[in-house]
């Protein structure tokens, strides 16, 4: 596990999404081609404006996504597919192949397809953030970290909801979805590289939580401890209730 401390969100995001496209370009070096995951999210908005303006060879990349609400039109503000291809997909050249969550379709076959898939594409660069409850995509605590399912239907908790509300991605948290697909726990651990960006003081105490309490359910990215190459890239105000002691690993 490392720790990357910026003083902006800006800056943070500049550093990740430079050390993403390093990782994406040495695996397209080695391989001929990188398989990568990207999140949403406000906390991803300065990581992937730094990455689009990578020079990467995108025709050589596929990419995934981490989750998305069941029953959410892309149309829809707070739609992931909507937001990756506004901020992302439309920013840069023409993928290799993009999977996007399909929300609007029966679930369970939107994730046996989606299964299949990632199943041949092993992930080599994980772009991922936590939420408020300490979820990792939309695993909230108590969070499943037993299923080998690439792709499962996830329960959504009144915080992680509020965090979306709060967001400005819906009005009222009537409106926020109570399911979502998410991505499982081992199947992001089974990227090869993970950039965790998590800016802002609301995220403070679920930074401290997933690096300096043991690894459990209750605080779902603290299994992100157990990863071979993880860094978490941070600004002052999320990381301002680490101890010294993790401060100084």
């Known amino acids: 596990m490392k720790i990357v401390i910026s003083n902006t969100s800006k800056e943070l995001g500049q550093v990740a999404g430079s050390e993403a496209a390093d990782l994406i370009r040495q695996t397209i070096s080695e391989k001929g081609r990188a398989n990568i995951i990207l999140a949403t999210g406000t906390s991803q908005f300065e990581t992937i404006n730094q990455l ?58 939107e994730i046996e397809k989606l299964n299949e898939l990632i199943s041949k594409h092993p992930i080599d660069v994980a772009l991922v953030g936590i939420g408020e409850n300490g979820h990792l995509a939309f695993n909230d605590p108590p969070a499943d970290m037993d299923t ?31 399911q979502a697909i998410s991505m499982s726990i081992r199947q992001i651990m089974k990227s090869a590289h993970i950039i965790c960006s998590v800016p802002d003081e609301r995220k403070a105490q679920a930074v401290k939580d997933s690096l300096e309490q043991e690894v459990s359910n209750t605080f779902p990215a603290s299994i992100l401890q157990l990863h071979q190459d993880c860094t978490f890239y941070l600004d002052k105000a999320s990381a301002s209730l680490l101890s010294e002691v993790t401060l100084s690993h």
Not at 80 to 101: A, W
Not at 150 to 173: A, H, K, T
């Open 52 to 109: 689009i303006t990578e020079d990467i060879d995108w025709s050589k990349v596929t990419m995934f996504h981490l989750d998305e609400y069941i029953g959410m039109p892309v149309t829809h503000g707070a739609s992931f597919r909507k937001y990756l291809k506004e901020r992302f997909l439309e920013k840069v050249s023409p993928l290799e192949n993009s999977y996007l969550i399909n929300g609007e379709t029966e679930p369970e076959k």
């Open 148 to 178: 080998e399912e690439p792709y499962i239907v996830v329960n959504l908790d009144e915080p992680c909801r509020l965090q979306q509300m709060n967001e400005g991605w819906f009005g009222s948290l009537e409106e926020v979805p109570a």
